[in-house]
């Protein structure tokens, strides 16, 4: 290759090469377009996308304080409930991307997008298409909603008071945006079952997307007076203190949340009903949140 050659194939491969650092750099100060996808504990933004087919891998959302006032709140990791009452946004947000391989996440490392301001955040009604989508380990996993409520109501035919049947009718109706007829179904599948837990949290987890907050601290109150060792329940209620500004309170729920969730082995953990619950979302995030309110009330003995 003669010599006035080699200069612009190095130079093309170092664009090249500078572009690809460029995309996996971070970005500032940037604004981003596409769908939000809730669980319990964590936001995922899938950028780009535009209904409720998104696809593709996204980046793990890290909320502020004004972000949670314009957009619900709304989730869950629990076992048959890792498709049910997740909250799905179509927002443009300013933020903050970070480099490829900051954030650990199912077990792979994932981008952060940390929140500067919402600038448009609209929900949005899957229940519309026949098909829609819900996160998935390995992506994004089709549900044709009206057949799985024609399902459960099925079952219900065939045992009225089946609470797992019930229980399925109103993972269907939320998903299909039928609110009311969600909360029934699922009222009555806790009803059938009082001892369970879970079907306090599945209560909770759909009054968290409406933000009713009063409803939501009871649910967690009756399922942790079921069961006072679950991680997962304990967090949610130190967030509910911390909200209400209980602050010694709050500390006090966050560390017991720390010390249940390590003692867990591995991922999950499971009650005495068998029902399984992700905890590696509190481990991340405990610490942060004893931290933030050890301080504010460190601060409040300080004024008193």
């Known amino acids: 290759m003669s010599a006035h050659r080699i200069v612009p194939v190095l130079l093309l491969g170092a664009l090249a090469f500078a572009a690809l650092v460029y995309g996996l750099t971070g970005k500032k100060n940037q604004t981003f377009d596409g769908v939000i996808a809730q669980d319990f504990m964590t936001y995922e933004f899938y950028p780009n996308a535009k209904d409720c087919n998104y696809r593709g891998t996204p980046h793990v959302l890290l909320p502020n304080a004004r972000f949670h006032e314009v957009v619900a709140n709304g989730s869950t990791d629990v076992e048959h409930m890792d498709r049910l009452l997740h909250g799905i946004w179509r927002a443009k947000l300013n933020g903050n991307l970070s480099a490829i391989g900051w954030h650990k996440y199912r077990k792979n490392y994932w ?32 549900v044709d909603w009206k057949a799985e409520l024609a399902k459960a109501k099925a079952g219900i035919e065939k045992d009225p008071k089946s609470a797992f049947w019930h229980d399925q009718a109103g993972v269907a109706y939320d998903a299909l945006g039928d609110f009311e ?8 599948a806790a009803t059938l079952d009082p001892s369970n837990p879970y079907g306090d949290y599945a209560l909770y987890a ?35 203190l911390e909200e209400e500004k209980h602050w010694a309170d709050s500390l006090r729920e966050y560390q017991v949340a720390k010390r249940l969730a390590t003692s867990v082995k591995g991922p999950i953990y499971t009650d005495l009903r068998g029902n399984a619950y992700e905890v590696d979302g509190v481990r991340e995030e405990v610490d942060k949140a004893i931290e933030r309110v050890a301080k504010l009330d460190e601060s409040a003995q300080q004024q008193k």
Not at 121 to 129: H, Q, T
């Open 206 to 240: 759909l009054y968290k997307r409406k933000g009713m907050h009063a409803e939501m601290r009871q649910l967690l109150l009756d399922a942790l007076e079921k069961d006072p060792n679950n991680p997962v329940g304990r967090f949610e209620f130190a967030h509910i």
């Open 181 to 188: 007829s969600a909360v029934k179904e699922l009222k009555l």
């Open 111 to 142: 981008r952060e997008l940390s929140v500067n301001y919402v600038i448009d955040a609209v929900e949005m009604s899957c229940g519309d298409s026949q098909l829609t989508s819900v996160p998935h380990e390995h992506g994004s996993v089709p």
